[in-house]
C-alpha cells in the first residue's frame, strides 16, 4: 500500500515518538502533518520524556538496538540541530559474567567501534570517578566505560523536536485530547477530542505513551503496550558538592537497574532503578482492564511526586550501595514515571492488524528517549513499506514473544497501591 505524501497525517501524541515520526515525515515531503496532545501544555509535565536528562547509551544485549544508539548519538552531536542536548560524560557500565545482559553489551559496544575501556578490578573502577568522590568499594567488581555516551537533557531534546516539526510545516496543537477514532467501513478516517474537535485524517499514528492501551481499548494493546510506574528520585547539591561530582560518568548497574547521573547545571543529581515497575489496573468495561497512568501527589505540589514507599526505600538503598555520601542527602524531589513496556522490550511499529489506517509507534519500554533524532525513521519508514522485513516482524503488535534477553523481568512487575505512596520528605 503506497500512502501518497499529500495524505493527512495525525500524530496522537507530542512525545518522543510521535514528534520524532512527525519530523521524518515532514522531512520526507508529507505536507500535511498535525500532532495532538491530550496535555494543555507541552512538553506535557506528565509526559516520561519530559524530564532533566535522560541516558544516552549503546550498552545494549541486542545488536540492533546498539547499532541504532550509535547513530543516534551522531545526530545528538549535530549541534546545529540539537543544539547542547547532549552531554558526553561517559557511561559507566558494571559487568557481571559470561552471557549477561552488561556483558553482551560490552561485546556489542566494541563490534560496533565504540570507544570502551574495560575496567578489571575495583581500583580500576573507583578510579573512574574525580577525587574527591566518596563511592562503594566494589571488591569483587569489574566493568567498563563507554566514552562515546552519556545523557541528553531530555526537555529540552523535545523542545527542540517540537520546533523542528514546526519549522517544517507540521501542527503540534495542546489541549486536544483524542477521546474517539472514527471509523469508516471499519476503518479508521480521523479522531476527535474531547473538546468536540474532530481531524480527519488518512493515516492515523498512535504515539500516546504510557495512555496508549488504555485510551484506545478496542484495538487490543493491553497485553504488549502496558503502563508501567517508575520511581525516580532527585537530590539537590550544594555547588561544592556539585563540583566534586561534575565529573562523573553516569554510572548503570544493568543487573539491579540501578543508575546515577552526574549533577545537571542546576546541581541535581537523578537517580533511578530500571525495573519492571508498578501497574495501575483501571476498573473493567466491556474490554478487559488495563494498566494505565495515575499521578498522585501531595497538596501544593508539582504533578506526580508521591511514589511507593518500598520503591522509594530501594532507591536510597541503591543509592547508599554506591554513593554512601549522596545517600546522605535528603530528597529534594521524588516523581512516577510512567513507560509503555512490551513484555519482551521491543517497540511496538506498524500498522494494526484489523486497521491499517492505524500506524503504531509506541512501546519504548523504557529505552526510547535517546534516539529520539532517528526513531521516527524508522516509523516513517514503516509507514512507506519500506522497513526491512526482519524488523517489521521484530516491532509487529502480534508476533511471537522476541527472544532476547531483557533487562528488567515482566516477572517482576507490581501492583500500585495508591494508599501506600510517599513523597521526597519521606525518611528512607
Given at each position: 500500500m503506497t500512502i501518497p505524501k499529500s495524505t493527512e497525517v495525525v500524530v496522537v501524541g507530542a512525545g518522543c515518538f510521535g514528534l520524532s515520526t512527525a519530523y521524518h515525515l515532514l522531512k520526507r515531503g508529507f505536507t500535511h502533518v498535525t500532532v495532538l496532545d491530550r496535555s494543555p501544555e507541552l512538553p506535557a509535565p506528565e509526559a516520561a520524556s519530559t524530564d532533566i536528562n535522560k541516558i544516552v547509551r549503546s550498552s545494549y544485549a541486542d545488536p540492533f538496538y546498539a547499532g541504532l544508539a550509535r547513530d543516534a548519538i551522531a545526530a545528538w552531536k549535530d549541534t546545529a540541530e540539537w543544539g547542547d542536548t547532549y552531554h558526553e560524560s561517559g557511561v559507566l557500565v558494571l559487568l557481571e559474567g559470561s552471557g549477561s545482559y552488561a556483558n553482551k553489551a560490552f561485546e556489542n559496544d566494541k563490534a560496533i567501534g565504540a570507544r570502551t575501556e574495560i575496567l578489571r578490578d575495583a581500583e580500576a573502577l573507583r578510579a573512574a570517578f574525580p577525587p574527591g568522590v566518596e563511592a562503594c568499594s566494589f571488591e569483587g567488581r569489574s566493568g567498563y566505560i563507554n566514552r562515546d555516551g552519556g545523557w541528553a537533557h531530555a526537555t529540552q531534546g523535545v523542545k527542540f523536536a517540537m520546533n523542528k516539526v514546526a519549522e517544517l510545516g507540521g501542527k503540534v496543537l495542546s489541549g486536544k485530547a483524542v477521546v474517539e477514532l472514527l471509523k469508516e467501513d471499519g476503518q479508521t478516517k480521523g479522531v476527535r477530542c474531547g473538546d468536540g474537535s474532530v481531524y480527519p485524517a488518512g493515516l492515523v499514528v498512535l504515539s500516546a505513551g504510557s495512555w496508549s492501551?488504555?485510551?484506545?481499548?478496542?484495538?487490543?494493546?493491553?497485553?504488549?503496550?502496558?503502563?508501567?510506574?517508575?520511581?525516580?528520585?532527585?537530590?539537590?547539591?550544594?555547588?561544592?558538592?556539585?563540583?566534586?561530582?561534575?565529573?562523573?560518568?553516569?554510572?548503570?548497574?544493568?543487573?539491579?537497574?540501578?543508575?546515577?547521573?552526574?549533577?545537571?547545571?542546576?546541581?541535581?543529581?537523578?537517580?533511578?532503578?530500571?525495573?519492571?515497575?508498578?501497574?495501575?489496573?483501571?476498573?473493567?468495561?466491556?474490554?478487559?482492564?488495563?494498566?494505565?497512568?495515575?499521578?498522585?501527589?501531595?497538596?501544593?505540589?508539582?504533578?506526580?511526586?508521591?511514589?511507593?514507599?518500598?520503591?522509594?526505600?530501594?532507591?536510597?538503598?541503591?543509592?547508599?550501595?554506591?554513593?554512601?555520601?549522596?545517600?546522605?542527602?535528603?530528597?529534594?524531589?521524588?516523581?512516577?514515571?510512567?513507560?509503555?513496556?512490551?513484555?519482551?522490550?521491543?517497540?511496538?511499529?506498524?500498522?494494526?492488524?484489523?486497521?491499517?489506517?492505524?500506524?503504531?509507534?509506541?512501546?519504548?519500554?523504557?529505552?526510547?528517549?535517546?534516539?529520539?533524532?532517528?526513531?521516527?525513521?524508522?516509523?516513517?519508514?514503516?509507514?512507506?513499506?519500506?522497513?526491512?522485513?526482519?524488523?517489521?516482524?521484530?516491532?509487529?503488535?502480534?508476533?511471537?514473544?522476541?527472544?532476547?534477553?531483557?533487562?528488567?523481568?515482566?516477572?517482576?512487575?507490581?501492583?500500585?497501591?495508591?494508599?501506600?505512596?510517599?513523597?521526597?520528605?519521606?525518611?528512607?
Open positions: 492501551a488504555a485510551s484506545f481499548p478496542s484495538l487490543g494493546l493491553g497485553e504488549k503496550c502496558v503502563a508501567t510506574g517508575q520511581t525516580v528520585g532527585k537530590i539537590q547539591l550544594t555547588q561544592e558538592e556539585a563540583d566534586i561530582y561534575r565529573g562523573n560518568p553516569v554510572y548503570l548497574d544493568l543487573n539491579t537497574g540501578f543508575y546515577v547521573f552526574p549533577p545537571n547545571e542546576q546541581n541535581v543529581v537523578k537517580c533511578a532503578i530500571h525495573a519492571a515497575g508498578y501497574t495501575h489496573a483501571t476498573p473493567a468495561t466491556e474490554h478487559a482492564p488495563v494498566s494505565s497512568p495515575v499521578f498522585p501527589q501531595a497538596s501544593g505540589t508539582d504533578i506526580g511526586t508521591l511514589v511507593p514507599r518500598a520503591a522509594l526505600h530501594e532507591l536510597g538503598d541503591a543509592l547508599r550501595a554506591v554513593f554512601p555520601a549522596l545517600a546522605r542527602k535528603p530528597w529534594c524531589g521524588t516523581r512516577l514515571c510512567w513507560y509503555t513496556d512490551s513484555p519482551d522490550e521491543d517497540w511496538v511499529i506498524g500498522f494494526h492488524p484489523a486497521d491499517a489506517n492505524i500506524m503504531l509507534a509506541t512501546a519504548g519500554s523504557g529505552h526510547g528517549y535517546k534516539f529520539l533524532p532517528v526513531i521516527g525513521r524508522l516509523v516513517a519508514d514503516a509507514i512507506e513499506g519500506t522497513l526491512p522485513t526482519e524488523l517489521v516482524r521484530k516491532f509487529a503488535l502480534d508476533r511471537q514473544k522476541n527472544e532476547v534477553p531483557v533487562s528488567r523481568p515482566w516477572s517482576q512487575i507490581r501492583n500500585l497501591d495508591l494508599a501506600d505512596l510517599v513523597g521526597p520528605a519521606a525518611i528512607v
